[in-house]
């Protein structure tokens, strides 16, 4: 697994299957026979042909998996028969992780991970966001800053399940929903949340929590920094409010 | 994207493995980019011939496939990283010959044309307007696009290979009119003597991915060529549109997102950025290949001149040219190599030199990272001056 773009022209020992590139996470560790993971490939078109050197030597990857395939690498995969699958968000991806890839169906799966869906309502009153100090009482991320957050039921919508999280744990009804973009996925060890934020607005900024959440604030965006947020929290604020 | 029966059979292997090779990867291609479909090309131009460029690792790759494949249109190929008659001149060893004549059987036995020149349009493939082409040699397919009315995307060398098997490319990028339209007006007023280069150089670095429409002075067929070639070694776009070849292309001032201009202090200021060295080791001319009429032109000025001996000297141009020009070749040759079939960016010239000049704005590029080198940049009058008294 790389987190950085990477060349196979030079960026690989092509004798040992070694990643030899030291702005890469990976430098060092072999992709012989593994799943190789990063997020597209880089630099000389000649790249193409070290990847047919590599399975040649007998030290090519089983496949690649990449978030976006640019010519250099899908023309390398395909003279060198590797499989490869792109549009899949490696950022997921920890080294050392099993990886199932269906190159001929085009899609990867990661058998030991459990995917979580849930809502993420960042409420909007006067610029001000809130956040709210999840309780000792809640079975994860206890103490750390949130949006007003749960679990999607099975066969709920995930705005029904925002209006329900929005009534539950800020007694707030009739949600005015601004804005909603699309489901945003983070790593949390095996778990991986799959969040749906939206961005709702209240003119009101009086609110009740329930035994969820020990204690709010209304901040502004800026300031969001400062706080020991869930994961992934500022990445949605970002994305809402710069949508 | 959508296939024909025809192509679905050779995707299928039923025309050979080779074929089925050159398809998924013509097609693979067309789906990173959105083709919908394949369409037919004329000619392709392939890179990726010269054993240091390519290594042992192309050499692998190219002999196994050749056996495989044949191309199905014209094809021709890159330079190579030496000159096929005089290699021993230019310090190349045995083994590094070798490797390299390996690549070229292997081309040869998949029908490619061994033209060895970056300028396959001087050469005998020149496409014509219209004409779709898969091209790879980057400071070719931006002459093709700009100054002949071809239509080519940068091709890299395999898929240029693979296109020239099936005779088809995927229709995106350049080969489509809405990616043809410029989207940024570049205005120079003033290009100063021997500049052109750098005015590609630094229009390249502008446009980034974006067609530029070129409000500038007349340019001649081979400032054309120069300028293009620095243009595409700066930038990522394969094409720009030119007042004085409006008429090669469709594109119109629609879609302009941005004016620029380069003033020429900022020309002059880049030649001096450029400038590096006074003292070289190799004095460089031919990038991309010296045409017939730059031979003539250089050979005019020598005529009456005496060889003034600091550097060694290449000229490089095509093998074409080269036999078209005898009396140009033999005036030359009082100055210093007038080679053919290679040239200063994919030769090793790392193993014989270390501070190079050169007239080329794409050698600017190349040279110090692919050659290892102290680049100057010097415009073509200057250089020839130092040469001869």
């Given amino acids: 697994m790389s987190s950085t773009p990477m060349s196979f022209l030079g960026g690989v020992d092509p004798s040992t299957g070694r990643v030899v590139d030291p702005e890469s996470d990976a430098n060092g560790e072999s992709i012989s026979d593994s799943v190789f993971c990063f997020p597209f490939g880089k630099g000389s078109t000649v790249g193409s042909y070290a990847m047919y050197q590599l399975k040649v030597n007998g030290r090519a990857p089983s496949a690649i998996v990449n978030d976006s395939a640019e010519p250099i690498i899908a023309t390398g995969a395909i003279i060198a028969d590797i499989p490869m699958v792109d549009g899949v968000d490696v950022t997921l991806v920890r080294a050392g992780d099993e990886v199932f890839v269906d190159a001929d169906e085009g899609f990867v799966e990661l058998p030991e991970l459990t995917e979580q869906h849930v809502v993420t309502s960042i409420v909007r009153s006067r610029g001000k966001l809130l956040l709210l100090r999840r309780s000792n009482k809640v079975g994860s991320y206890r103490g750390q800053w949130a949006g007003v957050s749960g679990f999607i039921e099975p066969h709920e919508e995930d705005r029904m399940a925002a209006r329900r999280e929005l009534a539950e744990e800020v007694m707030i009804e009739n949600p005015r929903f601004i804005r909603r973009i699309d489901p945003i996925r983070f790593r949390d060890k095996r778990m991986v949340w799959c969040v749906h934020p939206f961005l709702v607005e209240v003119k009101d900024p009086e609110i009740k929590t329930d035994w969820e959440h020990d204690c709010y604030r209304w901040i502004t965006p800026r300031e969001v920094s400062d706080y020991r947020t869930v994961p992934g929290l500022r990445q949605v604020i970002d994305k809402l409010l710069g949508a | ?389």
């Fill in chain 2, 1 to 389: 994207m959508h296939l024909t029966k025809q192509e679905e059979r050779i995707l299928a292997g039923e025309e050979g493995h080779g074929k089925q090779k050159a398809m998924e990867l013509v097609v693979a291609l067309g789906d990173i980019y959105g083709a919908k479909r394949l369409i037919p090309i004329a000619s392709a131009q392939i890179s990726g011939a010269s054993f240091k460029t390519i290594g042992d690792a192309g050499i692998k790759f190219l002999e196994d496939f050749s056996g495989e494949a044949k191309v199905s249109v014209r094809a021709s190929l890159n330079p190579l990283g030496l000159d096929e008659r005089r290699w021993r001149t230019m310090g190349i060893d045995r083994a590094f010959f070798d490797k390299q004549a390996r690549i070229i059987s292997a081309f040869q036995s998949m029908g490619v044309e061994l033209l060895y020149t970056c300028t396959p349009y001087l050469a005998g493939n020149r496409p014509t307007r219209g004409q779709h082409v898969a091209w790879a040699e980057s400071s070719a397919t931006v002459f093709a696009n700009s100054y002949l009315g071809a239509r080519t995307n940068r091709e890299g060398g395999p898929s240029a290979l693979a296109s020239a098997i099936v005779g088809k490319t995927a229709e995106y990028g350049l080969h489509l009119d809405e990616n043809r339209r410029p989207r940024v007006r570049i205005n120079i007023d003033e290009i100063p003597e021997g500049l052109v280069p750098l005015a590609g150089y630094m229009v390249g670095r502008l446009a980034g991915k974006r067609v530029p429409l070129m409000s500038c002075p007349p340019m001649s067929a081979d400032q054309h060529k120069s300028f293009g070639a620095a243009m595409a070694a700066t930038g990522a776009v394969s094409m720009y549109v030119c007042r004085d070849r409006r008429g090669r292309d469709a594109s119109g001032k629609d879609g302009i997102e941005e004016c620029v201009t380069i003033e020429k202090s900022e020309l002059l200021d880049c030649a001096e950025g450029l400038k590096g060295d006074d003292e070289w080791d190799l004095i460089a001319i031919g990038c991309p290949h010296c045409s017939p009429v730059e031979l003539r032109s250089m050979s005019k000025f020598l005529k009456a001149r005496r060889p003034n001996k600091k550097s060694d000297v290449w000229f490089c141009t095509s093998r074409k040219a080269f036999a078209s020009c005898p009396r140009e070749i033999a005036v030359l040759r009082k100055f210093g190599k007038v080679l053919c079939d290679t040239c200063m960016v994919v030769a090793p010239i790392e193993n014989s030199y270390k501070r190079t000049a050169s007239d080329s704005g794409k050698a600017m590029v190349y040279l110090p990272t692919l050659g290892k080198q102290k680049a100057s940049f010097r415009p073509t009058r200057q250089l020839l001056e130092a040469i001869s008294r």
